[in-house]
């Protein structure tokens, strides 16, 4: 079945800690995208990537890296710079035709311990 | 840059009420339109969607129709039930070429039997 996986689905982190959450997708989508979500505030865009070897920032990129080495692939790595890492963040991807809807993961609840 | 500015609630109703939830976009160009559901601890799923002006969308008895005189593309439902509990979101891509997905800051809806 084809679908778009993100793991683990609940990860601790320590204060000073670099983690890196999961996104995989097996439906050949050109574009991925990395959302933060907060009681509140809604979805708000991290990074994301049109092609592989390229991403762009989003809205609230300071504190996050990814990388696009594979078209399937889509890891993000929030680091100890980000100061309020606890967050739900939802993977996404997405064909480019116009139009085109988007499909997301289940999502990753990242909590500070 | 792109925007999306919708109800955002929390709303009650009871079973069999008649459900709007409103819309509105600032955008460049003909972007394309959509609502996204969120049910509890899931990611998001399309619920609707529209690409051109006067599109209605429809899907499990709720429509919009894409009215880009007024930049709206509000979300009805004519009997709700509760299993229409759930977390709504408006959505936009593609408006003067800008390949980024934006959301509304959702709209958590509570039906009650």
């Known amino acids: 079945d084809g679908g778009i996986t993100q793991s683990p689905k609940y990860l601790f982190r320590k204060e000073g800690q670099n983690v890196t959450l999961s996104c995989e997708q097996n439906?050949?989508?050109?574009?991925m995208y990395w959302y933060r979500q907060d009681p509140g505030q809604g979805l708000r865009l991290i990074y994301y990537?049109?092609?592989?070897?390229?991403?762009q920032k989003g809205d609230i990129a300071e504190g996050y890296s990814v990388s696009r080495e594979k078209k399937e692939s889509f890891p993000l790595t929030v680091t100890s710079a980000q100061k309020n890492p606890t967050a739900f963040y939802l993977c996404?991807?997405?064909?480019?035709?116009?139009?085109?809807?988007?499909?997301f993961g289940q999502g990753t609840r990242l909590t500070v311990v | 840059g792109n925007s999306v500015t919708q109800m955002e609630g929390p709303v009650t109703l009871s079973e069999e009420a008649f459900l709007t939830i409103n819309c509105t976009y600032t955008?460049?160009?003909?972007?394309?339109l959509f609502w996204y559901v969120q049910y509890p601890g899931e990611g998001l799923q399309l619920l609707l969607k529209a690409t051109k002006a006067d599109d209605k969308g429809s899907n499990k008895g709720f429509e919009a129709t894409y009215r880009k005189e007024t930049t709206s593309f509000h979300l009805e439902k004519g009997s709700v039930q509760v299993s229409d509990s759930a977390v709504y979101f408006c959505a936009l891509s593609g408006g003067g070429g800008s390949e980024k997905l934006v959301f509304g800051k959702g709209m958590k809806l509570t039906v009650n039997p």
């Open positions: 996404a991807s997405m064909d480019r035709p116009r139009g085109a809807e988007a499909f």
């Open positions: 439906l050949n989508h050109d574009a």
């Open positions: 955008a460049t160009g003909y972007p394309s």
């Open positions: 990537s049109q092609i592989v070897n390229d991403f």
